[in-house]
């Protein structure tokens, strides 16, 4: 079965620099949430979209940004790197039919 | 506002033994869902179970167990037998009755090591 499609896999990056991060939903699956997990923490919410339209946020700083696409992709651009911003960042889709969100594998990012 | 406890930081068993986790959840709301993931090594995160507040029977599913009481607004997950497989960081998390499934108030997670 199609799962939660994530790219890149890894991602190293410098301070001060941007990355984008890449998100392809179970198809059918008409939402996608972001997370960020720091080193031995917990994933934290981070915001989400509900066709094509941002449906809630949490705790994403203001230099970043996200948006899902008319295929239901999104991508989560970050600006302006800082060290503190290394983590693994999940993505996570469903749909109201489906009682359950689907994770991807995550991408992790570094920043040097 | 919501909170999710997970007061046991890391368990370490002897493959074979029962792994019990706690979580103990906070929330205003009357309708919420709870959830078990589990996280391996490899640092997927893999769903196990989604109870609601209105269902409080406790089922088992295979090796796994849970035992939900909302008197105590608790969720314990239990791991029968485990195997060295089972090793991996355990998340116990809640989603209130507006959220969609995917928004997740995550507890800090219980680092569980099964050894041979």
């Known amino acids: 079965a199609a799962g939660v499609i994530q790219s890149p896999r890894h991602l190293i990056k410098e301070k001060r620099e941007t990355a984008t991060l890449k998100c392809y939903p179970i198809?059918?699956?008409?939402?996608v949430y972001w997370y960020q997990q720091g080193p031995g923490q917990d994933p934290q919410f981070l915001i989400s979209?509900?066709?094509?339209?941002?449906?809630d946020k949490g705790s994403i700083p203001d230099r970043f940004s996200a948006q899902q696409f008319s295929d239901y992709h999104s991508e989560l651009n970050m600006s302006s790197l800082e060290l503190g911003d290394s983590a693994l960042y999940f993505c996570a889709s469903s749909s109201l039919e489906v009682a359950e969100a689907f994770f991807g594998q995550g991408t992790r990012l570094t920043v040097v | 506002a919501q909170k999710v406890t997970q007061a046991q930081t890391e368990i370490s068993v002897v493959e074979k033994e029962d792994v019990t986790l706690d979580c103990v959840y906070e929330t205003r709301d009357t309708t919420y869902y709870l959830f078990w993931y589990k996280q391996p090594p490899s640092g997927e995160l893999v769903f196990l179970i989604r109870r609601n507040s209105f269902d409080e029977q406790n089922e088992i599913s295979g090796r796994y167990s849970w035992n939900f009481q909302k008197s105590t607004s608790s969720f314990n997950f239990t791991i029968t037998a485990s195997q060295v497989v089972d090793s991996a960081v355990y998340f116990c998390a809640l989603s209130g009755p507006t959220d969609s499934w995917g928004k997740l108030q995550f507890g800090a997670g219980t680092q569980v090591v099964v050894t041979p």
């Open positions: 198809p059918r699956h008409d939402t």
């Open positions: 979209f509900y066709e094509k339209m941002q449906s």
